[in-house]
């Protein structure tokens, strides 16, 4: 399986009073992995007094390697003087058909200013609602999609909908709908959760994306009796 994380750090500053010049530089960094092998495309971009320049680099290796020079590479990448910088990460991978379905699709999920938006689009789907949630792991080995566990719920709360006053899982994101060619969209954002970060309440990096066959009562517990597991990603990188 290969998945894609994207950093994108914007940083901007101005060494000069001059009002006429501006420098700006944005980093970009793109990482694939495959197994236990990673590829990482650093492109910086800098203007200055309205002029571009670009540098490309490509750093191969084990992920853990890789990521140690991206980490070099974007602190060397910091503007001096007075500057701003912006972090936003971003994961995109594909979901896999599970269950006999043919339910398919791909997940994006982008963190930004302490907040996380997860955008998926679907196909392959039956008509009507259906659920989809954050589940414990990043295992979709098992033909059902049981190998992910549970639901996600670092706070060990009732399940229900999400942000509800009795409880609700961190991975309760709930349902939408698939039109009549099987097609469906979802777009959540949160302030609950984080990628790759420390806090293992709002963490969900190695956890895992479910949507199900059915409708996501919000009641039943303890997953809201949504039916079988039609399709599943692991949310890694």
Same mark, same amino acid.
Request: glycine share 0%.
């Given at each position: 399986m290969s998945s894609c994380?994207?950093?994108?750090?914007?940083?901007?500053?101005?060494?000069?009073?001059? %009002?006429?010049? &501006?420098?700006? %530089?944005?980093? &970009?960094?793109?990482?694939?992995?495959?197994?236990?092998?990673?590829?990482?495309?650093?492109?910086t971009k800098k203007t200055v007094n309205g002029k571009v320049s670009e540098e490309v680099q490509v750093i191969e290796g084990t992920h853990e390697e890789v990521m140690k020079k991206v980490a070099v590479l974007t602190e060397e990448a910091a503007p001096e003087g007075n500057s701003e910088r912006k972090t936003v990460k971003k994961i995109q991978f594909q979901l896999d058909p599970k269950s006999g379905s043919s339910t398919s699709g791909m997940v994006t999920l982008t963190e930004e200013d302490g907040k996380v938006t997860f955008e998926a689009q679907l196909s392959g789907m039956s008509e009507g609602t259906h659920a989809i949630h954050i589940h414990e792991q990043a295992d979709c080995s098992s033909d059902d999609g049981k190998s992910s566990g549970g639901h996600w719920n670092p706070t060990f709360e009732n399940h229900g909908a999400w942000g509800s006053k009795d409880g609700f899982h961190r991975g309760d994101i709930g349902n939408f709908n698939a039109d009549a060619s099987g097609n469906g969209q979802v777009v959540f954002s949160t302030d609950l959760w984080c990628l790759d970060c420390e806090d293992p309440v709002k963490n969900i990096l190695g956890k895992a994306v479910i949507v199900h066959q059915g409708e996501d009562d919000l009641v039943s517990q303890p997953s809201g009796a949504a039916g079988a597991r039609i399709s599943c990603a692991g949310i890694i990188y």
């Open positions: 994380l994207c950093l994108l750090l914007a940083m901007s500053c101005q060494n000069t009073p001059k %009002k006429e010049k &501006e420098d700006t %530089k944005t980093v &970009e960094v793109k990482v694939e992995r495959t197994d236990s092998l990673s590829k990482a495309t650093v492109t």
